[in-house]
């Protein structure tokens, strides 16, 4: 099954529960061609000259650069080169979803990779960046010199965020129509240092110093929300530096900025920002904060340093306890002295510095994936996902009911076209899992309809924007802390990148060899931890449904057969039923204990993050080993 938007909703997401009577845009189709399948048409042949790329091949004088992508391979991080030295104004390529249904483009341009692969030296090997660069390129210089002083005006007049939109993706880049979108709307969100002063309730003094975005020099976007910076300062360039900004949702970066000033300082958790900064908005004549600066820790993320670290045999158990020790007190931290739940506990999210040290990163606190999450926060997030799904439309349900009547007359399930961009499930039933939500946190839905930053506390008395964490309270906090943490623990000892391999969102340069909760190389000694830390764990979808290379499969069936795209959808709606159920089930009987004053907010019986700390070290010890 190809990796598109759609897979999400069909498959990944517990809207697949009621996607059943939704076709597949074709029905016949297989991810893996059986042996002896019939010759491609000429129409549809790469040996036709029409179907033909002019090259991928890289070019001699690039104008442009790509340093990774998002948005599931639609929003790519194009950089010009011809401008010299230039502030992160965050100028992105977004492709049209569309091209997704060409078969032709999806696999001369790797579509389906780009859907998982992130990173900027995996990204640029891929044929969409390659051919992205082409269409800038002629784009850039189909007017002559005039088209580099546009997109030199570009920078220095739109605002930060703005777009580079291909409205359609061909196989000739000359077809490729481009144009810019001026982000106004992000302008409009994005608060002046007074009003920011106002909404954190801080004086302005209490604020990092302002500096424009002018005086920061782009070296590398590292990710969505950040990239590489150097600074121009009256003592001369310093650097690099971290710039964290967001080009959509600003609230979460003020929310982040709010949670970093109030933190206590701490060696393992990301100092307060060094500065703000600031860039002048058309929009009301503002100056207003798009981001802040933090510091750049050289050694890169434990998701990429600790498996490349174990295959060359560079990894001790004094390393890894270190780890585990400061990870734990950096949590630890947070929850009693910052005063705040940290739901993003993940290794993307542990960073090491020069010395071998960790710190703790990300305070946006959105969330992690499901394979890192405690089942008590999927069970609310799965309600959460329901409840902000699509409503069918007229015609979905008309195709419903006529499968439904076919089925009893025993005929096959239709097919063909008329295949919704949007799909949806039952508004009856999205209904009720949001009427459900609201019981859980009344007032859910304007708390997320917001993108802009108001004090969520002060609006709805709600200390954050996410959802699911919201609804526990703080015993039920720790205690899915202290599951993210077992995880995290589990890779820490495994020498893993991830506790599942073939994750559907985001690949990683060195993919797990195991998977959780199977354990090889984690001390004996320390094994009952990790599984008590982990108590009240579910089967993952993954372990029936997985990403192979850039394709979704049964694990069932062995790799090179064909693989049937109904099949896929059909195992992933038995299996999402089920889940869907028993975190019904668990926040039913959750709902009545806590109408009785009798629920435990630590209902697995997890341990506490401070016997977790004392368990390690005590292991330490007894191991002869100090930091």
């Given at each position: ?5 759609r897979?999400i909703?069909?498959?990944i997401?517990p ?5 059943k009577?939704?076709r597949p845009?074709n029905?016949?189709?297989q991810?893996t ?6 010759p ?7 040996l036709?000259?029409?179907?033909r790329?002019?090259s991928?091949g890289?070019?001699a004088?690039?104008?442009w650069?790509i340093d990774?992508?998002?948005g599931l391979?639609?929003q ?10 230039l ?5 992105d ?5 569309e091209a997704?249904?060409?078969p032709?483009?999806?696999e001369l ?16 090997h891929?044929?969409?960046?390659r051919h ?5 390129q002629y784009w ?26 291909f409205k359609?993706?061909e196989?000739?880049?000359?077809s490729?129509s481009?144009a810019?979108a001026p982000?106004?709307?992000l302008?409009?969100?994005?608060l002046?240092?007074s009003?920011?002063?106002v ?6 003094t209490?604020l990092?110093?302002a500096i424009?975005?002018t005086?920061l020099q782009?070296i ?23 710039l964290?900004a967001?080009?959509s949702?600003s ?6 900025l709010k949670?970093?000033?109030n933190?206590?300082?701490h060696?393992?958790?990301?100092s307060r ?5 600031t860039?002048?908005?058309k929009?009301g004549?503002k100056?207003a904060v798009?981001g802040?600066v ?5 050694g890169?993320s434990?998701?990429d340093?600790?498996?490349l670290l174990r295959i ?13 020790v400061q ?9 009693e ?13 542990v960073?090491l ?10 305070f946006?606190q959105r ?7 405690s089942p008590?926060?999927n069970?609310i ?5 329901l ?12 195709e ?12 096959g399930g239709?097919?063909g ?8 499930i039952?508004?009856e ?8 939500l609201?019981r859980?946190l009344?007032?859910?839905e304007?708390l ?6 108001t004090?969520p506390?002060s609006?709805l008395g709600?200390e954050?924007y996410n959802?699911?964490w ?10 899915a802390?202290?599951?993210?943490l077992?995880?995290?623990l ?5 020498g893993?990148s991830?506790?599942q ?13 195991i998977?959780?909760p199977a354990?090889?190389r984690?001390?004996?000694?320390l094994r009952?931890l990790i599984?008590r830390?982990?108590?009240?764990r579910?089967p993952?979808l993954s372990?029936?449904?997985t ?6 499969v049964?694990r069932?069936v062995?790799?090179g ?11 992933a709606r038995q299996?999402?039923t ?6 019904e089930?668990?926040l ?16 697995f019986?997890?341990p506490?993050?401070k016997?977790v700390?004392?368990e390690?070290?005590a292991f ?6 100090y930091e």
């Amino acid at each position: 099954m190809e990796l598109t938007s759609r897979v999400i909703h069909d498959v990944i997401h517990p809207t697949a529960a009621f996607a059943k009577g939704l076709r597949p845009e074709n029905p016949s189709a297989q991810t893996t061609a059986a042996p002896g399948s019939p010759p491609v048409a000429w129409q549809d042949s790469q040996l036709n000259p029409k179907n033909r790329i002019d090259s991928l091949g890289l070019l001699a004088n690039p104008l442009w650069r790509i340093d990774g992508c998002t948005g599931l391979g639609t929003q790519f991080y194009a950089v010009p080169l011809f401008l010299g030295s230039l502030p992160p104004m965050r100028f992105d390529v977004f492709i049209p979803e569309e091209a997704a249904s060409c078969p032709i483009l999806r696999e001369l341009l790797d579509l389906d990779a780009a859907f998982h692969t992130k990173d900027g030296s995996r990204v640029n090997h891929l044929g969409i960046s390659r051919h992205i660069l082409r269409a800038l390129q002629y784009w850039t210089t189909s007017s002559g010199i005039s088209g580099l002083d546009s997109v030199s005006l570009m920078y220095s007049t739109l605002p930060f965020g703005s777009r580079i939109v291909f409205k359609n993706l061909e196989l000739d880049v000359r077809s490729i129509s481009v144009a810019v979108a001026p982000m106004h709307n992000l302008e409009r969100q994005l608060l002046s240092l007074s009003r920011l002063a106002v909404v954190l309730g801080l004086p302005e003094t209490a604020l990092p110093e302002a500096i424009d975005i002018t005086r920061l020099q782009l070296i590398q976007q590292l990710h969505d929300s950040v990239c590489l910076v150097d600074i121009d300062t009256e003592h001369g360039r310093t650097g690099p530096w971290i710039l964290k900004a967001l080009t959509s949702a600003s609230k979460y970066i003020y929310h982040e900025l709010k949670n970093l000033l109030n933190m206590p300082p701490h060696r393992h958790v990301i100092s307060r920002p060094k500065y703000l900064v600031t860039k002048h908005c058309k929009f009301g004549g503002k100056t207003a904060v798009v981001g802040f600066v933090l510091p750049y820790y050289s050694g890169g993320s434990l998701r990429d340093s600790l498996p490349l670290l174990r295959i060359q045999g560079r990894i001790s158990l004094a390393q890894q306890l270190k780890w585990a020790v400061q990870l734990s007190t950096a949590v630890l931290h947070v929850r009693e002295q910052g005063k705040i739940f940290y739901p993003d506990l993940r290794l993307d999210n542990v960073v090491l510095t020069d010395s071998g040290d960790i710190v703790m990163v990300d305070f946006e606190q959105r969330g992690v994936w499901s394979e890192f999450a405690s089942p008590e926060v999927n069970a609310i997030e799965y309600i959460r996902i329901l409840a902000n799904a699509n409503p069918l439309t007229s015609s979905e349900e008309e195709e419903e009911e006529e499968e439904e009547e076919e089925e009893e007359e025993g005929g096959g399930g239709g097919g063909g076209e008329g295949e919704p961009d949007e799909p949806g499930i039952p508004e009856e039933t999205r209904r009720r899992y949001a009427d459900m939500l609201s019981r859980y946190l009344p007032g859910w839905e304007a708390l997320e309809a917001r993108e802009e930053y108001t004090p969520p506390a002060s609006a709805l008395g709600y200390e954050g924007y996410n959802i699911p964490w919201l609804c526990l309270d703080r015993d039920e906090q720790e205690a899915a802390e202290a599951y993210m943490l077992g995880r995290v623990l589990w890779c820490l000892f495994e020498g893993q990148s991830a506790p599942q391999p073939g994750a559907v969102w985001q690949s990683y340069r060195r993919e797990p060899e195991i998977e959780f909760p199977a354990f090889q190389r984690t001390p004996h000694r320390l094994r009952p931890l990790i599984d008590r830390c982990t108590r009240g764990r579910r089967p993952a979808l993954s372990g029936l449904i997985t990403r192979r290379g850039s394709k979704i499969v049964l694990r069932s069936v062995a790799p090179g057969m064909p693989q049937d795209q109904e099949q896929i959808r059909e195992m992933a709606r038995q299996w999402w039923t089920e889940e869907v159920r028993v975190a019904e089930e668990f926040l039913r009987m959750r709902e009545e204990r806590k109408g009785r004053g009798e629920w435990d907010g630590n209902y697995f019986g997890r341990p506490k993050l401070k016997e977790v700390l004392a368990e390690l070290e005590a292991f330490r010890s007894e191991n002869g080993i100090y930091e």
